[in-house]
């Protein structure tokens, strides 16, 4: 169970409502979720959720999501299930960070402008650097730019203001890394040479996924409901094959299965067409792809080898947090490679105990969340315990 505690916000910020959101076990939150901010700003009509799930291994980093959503609680329960997400995508990548998440109600087309951006980083600010914002779905380098003049908890900036500019080239780095470390478990050679990957949605980190594949000798099936993004890969890549829409790409006898659009692309639906067509590895970008608890366990039972999400897209937080102490790329990339190898070691790991691996890998991520939350209680010279 969850004790659930109401409490007001610690900070003179106007229209901030916080919820504090404790649990028994100590280091792993679980479902339940430290922090929730509800920010509103009237004169630039901001309307966004902070949620920090759990700051157990350090301050709680994710990214700000810009969405269109169709209610003030779906982009709740999105921002709920994203910032657990960061939790054990942190904590399994070895950061020292914790995770958090954000989204900005709206559509990022129409109300973006620069006094909600900046609005939305005074927000940040009155944490005092218990969440760090970064990039999302909707929000971009020069977004970040901007929220930067009203905070510094701010991460993934422009190159020419000192940050690691595009996070979305690292994090399609590391999802290859974890389709080669699949490629190894289940065909016996850590390459995509000869098979046929099926990436849908070639947006932000899809095209840079489809460019590796291409370059290993993969045979690349696309599709994205952005014929603007469509035609950025067919211009790089003429040689990939286009397909109308998702039901299509899952009917075109795929070997692996790339998910790299918006979360819960894994459903009963789609795990049951995935594995009429033989598809033998899910491996994509796309966070929180489990539609529903069992879905994992589908997966398996059909004999298709899942590549947990937050494992293998977390090359993107990486390079991110290899920001705040100042940004090298080949550091982060060569942190960025390490996915292959613990992609690896939970596939291992999965087999050792008869679990399908998205528990394995939960598994890991809540073992270092646990013990590294127990060194809390060695008090330091000079520091308050806890």
Not at 90 to 106: P, Q, R, T
Not at 162 to 188: E, H, N
Not at 363 to 374: T, W
Request: include cysteine; charge should be negative.
């Amino acid at each position: 169970m969850t004790d659930v505690q109401t409490a007001s916000a610690t900070h003179s910020a106007p229209g901030v409502l916080s919820r504090i959101f404790r649990t028994e076990q100590d280091g792993v939150p679980g479902d339940g979720h430290e922090q929730v901010v509800l920010c509103h700003d009237r004169s630039s009509g901001l309307k966004a959720i902070i949620a920090i799930h759990s700051t157990a291994l350090g301050p709680a980093l994710g990214g700000t999501r810009f969405h269109r959503y169709d209610s003030e609680e779906e982009a709740l329960e999105d921002a709920l299930r994203l910032s657990r997400g960061m939790s054990y995508k942190n904590a399994l990548a070895g950061l020292d960070l914790g995770g958090g998440k954000a989204v900005i109600i709206g559509d990022p087309n129409k109300e973006k402008n620069e006094a909600m951006l900046r609005a939305y980083g005074r927000f940040v600010q009155s944490l005092r650097g218990r969440y760090i914002t970064a990039c999302d779905v909707g929000t971009y380098v020069q977004d970040m730019d901007v929220i930067a003049r009203e905070t510094e908890f701010v991460t993934g900036r422009s190159p020419e203001n000192g940050g690691a500019g595009d996070s979305s080239i690292l994090t399609a780095f590391g999802v290859f890394q974890g389709m080669r470390a699949s490629a190894q478990a289940r065909w016996g050679q850590p390459t995509l040479r000869g098979k046929r990957v099926g990436v849908a949605g070639v947006g932000k980190v899809g095209h840079y996924l489809v460019g590796h594949l291409v370059a290993d000798g993969a045979t690349v099936v696309i599709t994205d409901v952005s014929e603007t993004a469509l035609n950025r890969v067919r211009a790089a890549h003429p040689e990939v094959e286009v397909v109308a829409d998702t039901k299509a790409l899952l009917q075109a006898q795929l070997d692996v299965y790339a998910p790299c659009a918006l979360g819960g692309a894994l459903d009963d639906l789609t795990v049951a067409a995935l594995g009429a067509a033989g598809t033998s590895v899910v491996c994509g970008a796309a966070n929180n792809q489990l539609a529903h608890p069992g879905v994992e366990k589908d997966l398996a039972d059909r004999g298709i080898l899942y590549a947990p999400d937050y494992l293998v897209n977390s090359g993107g937080v990486i390079q991110v947090a290899d920001e705040i102490e100042g940004f090298n790329f080949e550091r982060a990339k060569n942190k960025a490679t390490k996915i292959f190898d613990t992609t690896l070691e939970i596939f291992t790991r999965a087999a050792s105990d008869g679990v399908p691996p998205a528990v394995a890998a939960d598994r890991l991520a809540e073992k270092r969340m646990r013990e590294i939350s127990a060194l809390r209680t060695i008090l330091l010279p000079g520091a308050r315990k806890g």
